[in-house]
């Protein structure tokens, strides 16, 4: 079975600051990594994907993650964060082999100082 | 072009009330999920469904919740007999056909927040 750790439940960090959100899987398969993000009252919305190919991976508003495949780990990267992106982050793995739910980890809510 | 549609955004119901929470997927998407978020506890998977057929239910509780996605109309989850326990935020996320979706790319409504007293 698939799982998500997310290491961090809240992240303090001044405006302009860079972030890092953490993020490590356990799978026994090759997998598919996602970010969402979760503003306040508001649903879920993609902020980068992993399939396959490059490791690095660019998202919306800046933000990046790159695959660690030896680390099992898909952290989440900001060089220079803004007080709007002061929300709850998950992140979340399937199995590429067939229509499985994303498995979510807990949540980092992150909050921007200003 | 509206995204996936849930009501009501807010739900209050009292102990041993039954609860129908409902969701239109995006233009065109067929797959429907169910998530119940708790809090500190993040997303938890309930069920998946596509018209008429439900495909993994393996998250949902054994008694007193059910859920439909019938050939015309919004997918339905249904709590009876609401406990405490029960109050939560229920997202529905739906994607398009396999052939065409990316794996995974889930498009989420906004949420419906149940409350028993």
């Known amino acids: 079975a698939q799982s998500v750790t997310q290491l961090d439940s809240q992240v303090p960090v001044f405006e302009e600051a860079p972030v890092e959100l953490r993020c490590n899987y356990s799978?026994?398969?090759?997998?598919?990594l996602f970010w969402y993000v979760q503003y306040p009252n508001q649903g879920l919305q993609l902020l980068l994907k992993?399939?396959?190919?490059?490791?690095l991976v660019k998202g919306i508003n800046g933000f990046e993650a790159e695959f660690n495949k030896s680390q099992t780990s898909f952290h989440l990267r900001k060089p220079s964060v803004h007080i709007s992106d002061t929300a709850e982050y998950f992140c979340?793995?399937?199995?590429?082999?067939?229509?499985?739910?994303?498995?979510f980890g807990k949540g980092t809510r992150l909050s921007v100082i200003a | 072009n509206a995204g996936v549609m849930q009501n009501p955004r807010h739900l209050v119901r009292r102990r041993g009330q039954e609860a129908r929470l409902r969701c239109s997927p995006m233009?065109?998407?067929?797959?429907v999920y169910w998530y119940r978020q708790l809090p500190e506890e993040g997303l938890k998977f309930m069920v998946y469904?596509?018209?008429?057929?439900?495909?993994?239910e393996s998250g949902m509780p054994k008694e007193r919740f059910s859920a439909e996605f019938p050939k015309e109309g919004p997918s339905i989850l249904r709590i009876q007999q609401v406990v405490r326990g029960d109050s939560a935020a229920y997202f529905c996320?739906?994607?398009?056909?396999?052939?065409?979706?990316?794996?995974?790319?889930?498009?989420f409504g906004e949420g419906s927040r149940l409350t028993v007293l």
């Open positions: 233009k065109g998407h067929s797959h």
């Open positions: 469904l596509q018209k008429e057929n439900i495909i993994d």
């Open positions: 799978s026994s398969v090759s997998v598919y």
């Open positions: 979340a793995v399937s199995d590429p082999r067939g229509n499985t739910p994303l498995v």
């Open positions: 992993y399939l396959s190919g490059s490791t």
């Open positions: 996320a739906s994607s398009p056909p396999t052939a065409s979706r990316g794996p995974g790319e889930l498009f």
